[in-house]
Nanobody, 121 residues
Framework: QVQLVESGGGLVEAGGSLRLSCAAS????????MGWYRQAPGNQRELVAD???????NYADSVKGRFTISGDNAKNTIYLQMNSLKPEDTAVYYC???????????????WGQGTQVTVSS
């Protein structure tokens, strides 16, 4: 009922930058928050950053000062600007949203398909 389309992953050298995008579509009554998670091989999925519709942001300590999350509420889209990338940022990055598809209904978590980010040393 809610589809997430991610884009922007790729291969970059250490110190470089990438920008991820995630657009939500479908039967959306409300959506909040939206965020990015990542999972490296052998590791658990972890929160990178999220943002509420009022613009409140939250970052993992490991990315503070290097990554910036932003959103366009009208488009149900979020972005993750990643600067000063490090090899340890290499992972599959997933977009996730908490959304309701109707006024009276549960808020559910939806996940994107993931986009690979690889940082070479």
């Amino acid at each position: 009922q809610v589809q997430l389309v991610e884009s922007g992953g790729g291969l970059v050298e250490a110190g470089g930058s990438l920008r991820l995008s995630c657009a939500a579509s479908g039967r959306i009554f409300s959506i909040n928050p939206m965020g990015w998670y990542r999972q490296a091989p052998g590791n658990q999925r972890e929160l990178v950053a999220d943002i509420t519709t009022s613009g409140i942001t939250n970052y993992a300590d490991s990315v503070k000062g290097r990554f910036t999350i932003s959103g366009d509420n009208a488009k149900n889209t979020i972005y993750l600007q990643m600067n000063s990338l490090k090899p340890e940022d290499t992972a599959v990055y997933y977009c996730a949203v908490d959304a309701r598809t109707r006024l009276v209904g549960p808020r559910m978590r939806y996940w994107g398909q993931g986009t690979q980010v690889t940082v070479s040393s």
